[in-house]
């Protein structure tokens, strides 16, 4: 069963997966299945940082090695909920990625996502950890890219002021998130700087995971 949520024994659908030494537990008749649980690579950070022109190079660089996913595919219909931290969609997200990570390749999933909103979701279990990159940049420069932008994508200017506060506030409490946000700075380096430093990021937290993995 692609689906982790559901038993591939009784068909029983898990509200709360219960994962015990790497294996999916069913509630209902107690099966244990095996699964991958890779690390699932959340590409971050405001809007207008690099996130669009950065995850397609990636794709191109990394196709061999993980899948590169845009969130805001799913932005759409009932997953665009009005709860905040938007539950639904991140736990959709969430699902999707331990899916795909069923074919033995890492998902790198780029839109803008913090720690708490992925951390505290059932489908958290699906993961060996979550690891965070935020491409970050000064106001001026963010609230210029943004504003450049065709008009369907609705950025008028109280919406971009909120996408400057969620900026700063990235900056100020990423790193001691739990676990942490990387920051990399934008502002003032090429596009090809970004794709490099987010490649390498990448290709040092799979290797990490393998060693870690291999420890264990």
């Keep these: 069963m692609l689906d982790l949520k559901v038993c591939p024994t009784c068909g029983e659908r898990a509200e709360l997966p219960v994962v015990e030494q790497d294996r999916l537990v069913c509630a209902r008749c107690g099966h244990r299945a095996g699964f991958r649980r890779l690390p699932l690579l959340a590409l971050t950070g405001p809007s207008g940082a690099g996130k669009s022109t950065v995850g397609p190079e990636l794709a191109r660089r ?9 969130q805001d595919v799913l932005w759409t219909g009932a997953l665009r909920d009005d ?10 997200w969430l699902r999707m990625a331990a899916m795909i990570h069923q074919s033995g390749r890492p998902v ?3 839109g803008t996502v913090v720690p708490p909103e992925f951390e505290s979701l059932p489908e958290r279990v699906f993961f060996s950890r979550i690891h965070y990159l935020a491409l970050v940049a000064d106001s001026d420069v963010l609230a210029r890219r943004l504003r450049r932008r065709p008009a369907w994508r609705g950025w008028d200017e109280p919406r ?3 996408m400057l ?8 409490e990423g790193p001691s998130m739990s676990p942490p946000v990387e920051l990399f700075d934008t502002t003032a380096v090429s596009l090809s700087d970004s794709v490099e430093y987010a490649e390498k ?6 290797r990490a995971e393998t060693t870690r993995s291999s420890a264990n």
């Design 62 to 70: 990394l196709s061999d090695e993980v899948v590169v996913l845009e």
């Design 83 to 92: 709860v905040d931290g938007h539950p639904a969609f991140r736990s959709t």
């Design 108 to 110: 790198v999933l780029c």
């Design 160 to 162: 971009i002021a909120e």
């Design 165 to 172: 506060a969620f900026a700063e506030w990235l900056r100020r």
């Design 201 to 206: 990021w990448v290709r040092r937290v799979l």
